[in-house]
T-cell receptor
Framework: RKEVEQDPGPFNVPEGATVAFNCTYS??????FFWYRQDCRKEPKLLMS???SGNEDGRFTAQLNRASQYISLLIRDSKLSDSATYLC?????????????FGKGTKLSVKP | DTGVSQNPRHKITKRGQNVTFRCDPI?????LYWYRQTLGQGPEFLTY????????KSRLLSDRFSAERPKGSFSTLEIQRTEQGDSAMYLC???????????FGAGTRLSVL
């Protein structure tokens, strides 16, 4: 079993839809949590960090439930440009240390 | 361009040959990471450096793999006696001091024939 599990999708949604991605992690010692976005044949780029209190960045909302070891990403009013693979990421360290542990990614395709 | 730079972008080689990739991190980023990504998977950690010291190696990093960061600036990843299973995207990332955000380069795509 992978340490970070995601539904691989693909999620095919129309423009304007709201879409939610879920992720679970198995190591309860995980310290930091992120969502990265990866466009086809490009490098991953940080979308947002995820905090226990939940956090929002424009149309994107991330939630963390440490008790359930569950992370979510909600995208509202989806745009064509949101089409990408969304990678759930954890680290075992806080601060500036530590390698990233990635899920397989969830592919999103937003259609006109 | 002040981002993470990786060269070459693409490498095609025959099985059994040696290959070397280079990564130039963002200036003053003291931590440098190597990852490997195969089709349909997320990136997997290989190794990381703090300045010139290699602090951690994944068990994915077999004896055929070696990484260096001789002066704490650029890094090289060498694969000896390449195998078809080495075909992947090799990604480099760097992190500034006291930040937990990794900035990735565009990667080197290796194809072993």
């Amino acid at each position: 079993r992978k340490e970070v599990e995601q539904d691989p999708g693909p999620f095919n949604v129309p423009e304007g839809a709201t879409v939610a991605f879920n992720c679970t992690y198995s190591n309860s010692a995980s310290q930091s949590f992120f969502w990265y976005r990866q466009d086809c044949r490009k490098e991953p780029k940080l979308l947002m960090s995820v905090y226990s209190s939940g956090n929002e960045d424009g149309r994107f909302t991330a939630q963390l439930n440490r008790a359930s070891q569950y992370i979510s990403l909600l995208i509202r009013d989806s745009k064509l440009s949101d089409s990408a693979t969304y990678l759930c990421v954890v680290t075992h360290y806080g601060g500036s240390q530590g390698n990233l542990i990635f899920g397989k990614g969830t592919k999103l395709s937003v259609k006109p | 361009d002040t981002g993470v730079s990786q060269n070459p972008r693409h490498k095609i080689t025959k099985r059994g040959q040696n290959v070397t990739f280079r990564c130039d991190p963002i200036s003053e980023h003291n931590r440098l990471y190597w990852y490997r990504q195969t089709l349909g998977q997320g990136p997997e950690f290989l190794t990381y450096f703090q300045n010139e010291a290699q602090l951690e190696k994944s068990r994915l990093l077999s004896d055929r793999f070696s990484a260096e960061r001789p002066k704490g600036s650029f890094s090289t990843l060498e694969i000896q006696r390449t195998e078809q299973g080495d075909s992947a995207m090799y990604l480099c990332a760097s992190t500034p001091v006291a930040k937990n955000i990794q900035y990735f380069g565009a990667g080197t795509r290796l194809s072993v024939l």
